[in-house]
C-alpha cells in the first residue's frame, strides 16, 4: 500500500453528496463526482485508472441514479454498489447515521459519533 495514496474510491453523483460522505470518512478515500452523467470515453478513462483499487459505487435512489448504476455495473462489473434506503432517495439528503451505517458495510472507517441516531 502507498502512504498518502487511497486504496479505495467511492464515486458519487454530485458535489453535494461528496461532502457529505467525505465528512463521515475517517480514512483516506478518494471520492470522484461523476455529476449526474458520464460519457462512454470519460467512463472508460475513470476504470483506468482505478484498475487496483477498491471501488465502491454509492449513487441516488432514484431514476438518474440507476441508470448510472447500470453502466457502472456493465462497464465496471468489479465495483462494489453501496445503496442507500430508497425513502431518502439522495445521497446528499440521507441522514449522516444511515450513510455512516451504509460506508461501515463496505469496511470504509467512518467516524463514531455518525452512527448514533
Known amino acids: 500500500?502507498?502512504?498518502?495514496?487511497?486504496?479505495?474510491?467511492?464515486?458519487?453523483?454530485?458535489?453535494?453528496?461528496?461532502?457529505?460522505?467525505?465528512?463521515?470518512i475517517r480514512e483516506p478515500v478518494e471520492i470522484i463526482c461523476?455529476?449526474?452523467?458520464i460519457s462512454i470515453t470519460k467512463l472508460d478513462e475513470l476504470?483506468?485508472?482505478?484498475?487496483?483499487?477498491?471501488?465502491?459505487?454509492?449513487?441516488?435512489?432514484?431514476?438518474?441514479?440507476?441508470?448510472?448504476?447500470?453502466?457502472?455495473?456493465?462497464?465496471f462489473p468489479e465495483a462494489e454498489h453501496l445503496y442507500i434506503d430508497r425513502m431518502y432517495r439522495e445521497v446528499a439528503?440521507?441522514?449522516?447515521?444511515?450513510?455512516a451505517t451504509v460506508l461501515l458495510g463496505a469496511n470504509i472507517d467512518v467516524y463514531t459519533q455518525y452512527l448514533d441516531r
Open 93 to 99: 439528503t440521507a441522514p449522516e447515521h444511515h450513510l
Open 1 to 24: 500500500m502507498n502512504e498518502g495514496i487511497p486504496e479505495k474510491v467511492i464515486i458519487v453523483e454530485g458535489k453535494s453528496d461528496k461532502t457529505k460522505v467525505k465528512n463521515i
Open 34 to 37: 461523476t455529476n449526474g452523467t
Open 47 to 75: 476504470i483506468d485508472t482505478l484498475f487496483d483499487k477498491d471501488v465502491y459505487i454509492l449513487v441516488d435512489a432514484d431514476s438518474a441514479g440507476e441508470k448510472l448504476r447500470k453502466q457502472f455495473k456493465r462497464e
